[in-house]
């Protein structure tokens, strides 16, 4: 392992990708409850079959019923958005019933009627199938494909978010970096396969050894994080101690000659940004490093107040 450096590492320098049009509308449609995306779509269509039954024969407005479906479809799902369609097809024929005034027998308006079902459960299953597609895109970027925990960059996203919640409800928060000591050795002498088990088996035992509110996340190589929401000094440091015995279990279970060293701190007001407290955290790491390594070294910090030395 390195020395400690002078400076945070580059945590400015992770950017977060643009996404597609579809994911940001997505995003934005599941912060609206269901039942009124409902009413929305509802209110759309009713419109439509009004402005539809007034407007003369000869202008289509087909094409507009899959607004109200693709609404219902992108919040609820495909299920609800075939519904959707159903209903879209039913106030599309009564807005254009003079259409269906053919002579008794005739079938080619029914056929019409059955064909714009179809297209209309069509687009409906395309669509549903694309939103599955993006979100499990967007679930495999978001957690390490080793280990299963957060990446480092969706681990940012969710410090981000406890950094506004605590600062709104005024709640304190630890975060933890952590450090596979001797792990070099292991991928030297047994392989990178037995390297693999081994961060596997670290993330498995992180996340077993948490509450359910906690995030584990792995920041690259050996190295992982931990973010406890509205927890003190006093109560990380206890859990703490004990997951540190659960990885150390872990380790000689398996035969594995590595330990892990740890480096809190625990905010009671947050710092301005993610990166400033990432690296604090991380050189509280480096600092139980230079002690002395299978340990934990935890600090409290107010705000932008200097902290004092970490304690041991």
């Known amino acids: 392992m390195a020395n400690a450096p002078d400076s945070p590492r580059p945590w400015k320098d992770i950017r977060r990708p643009r996404l597609p049009f579809i994911t940001v ?58 519904l959707m369609s159903v209903a879209g097809t039913a106030v599309w024929f009564l807005a254009n ?52 925990v957060a990446n480092r960059r969706y681990f940012r996203e969710l410090l981000d978010s406890e950094v506004s919640r605590s600062r709104r409800y005024r709640r304190p928060f630890t975060l933890v970096y952590m450090d596979l000591d001797d792990f070099k050795a292991i991928n030297d002498q047994q392989g990178h396969t037995a390297g693999d088990t081994l961060l596997r088996t670290v993330a498995e035992t992180l996340v077993r050894g948490t509450r359910g509110v906690d995030t584990t996340g792995r920041l690259g190589g050996d190295e992982f994080a931990l973010l406890m929401p509205e927890t003190g000094y006093d109560a990380a440091r206890a859990a703490l101690s004990h997951l540190r015995e659960q990885i150390d279990a872990a ?22 940004s993610a990166e400033e407290m990432i690296g604090l955290a991380d050189r509280q790491m480096y600092t139980k490093k230079a002690e002395g390594k299978n340990g934990i070294s935890h600090r409290v910090v107010e705000g932008e107040e200097a902290p004092p030395a970490g304690k041991g």
């Open 251 to 272: 380790m000689s279970s398996n035969g594995w000659p590595v330990t892990m060293t740890m480096g809190a701190v625990t905010y009671t007001s947050p710092l301005h």
């Open 97 to 148: 019933v003079n259409l269906f005034q053919q002579p008794s027998g005739a079938l080619l308006p029914y056929w019409n009627l059955s064909v714009t079902l179809g297209v209309f459960v069509f687009f409906t299953c395309l669509l549903s199938a694309l939103v599955n597609a993006l979100e499990q895109e967007r679930e495999m970027s978001r957690y390490d494909s080793l280990t299963g």
């Open 25 to 82: 509308a997505i995003e934005r449609l599941h912060r609206l409850s269901i039942l009124t995306v409902l009413a929305a779509a509802v209110a759309l269509l009713s419109v439509l079959g009004l402005v539809d039954y007034g407007t003369e024969a000869d202008r289509s407005f087909l094409v507009f019923y899959l607004l109200p479906v693709f609404l219902v479809t992108l919040r609820a799902g495909l299920w609800p958005g075939i």
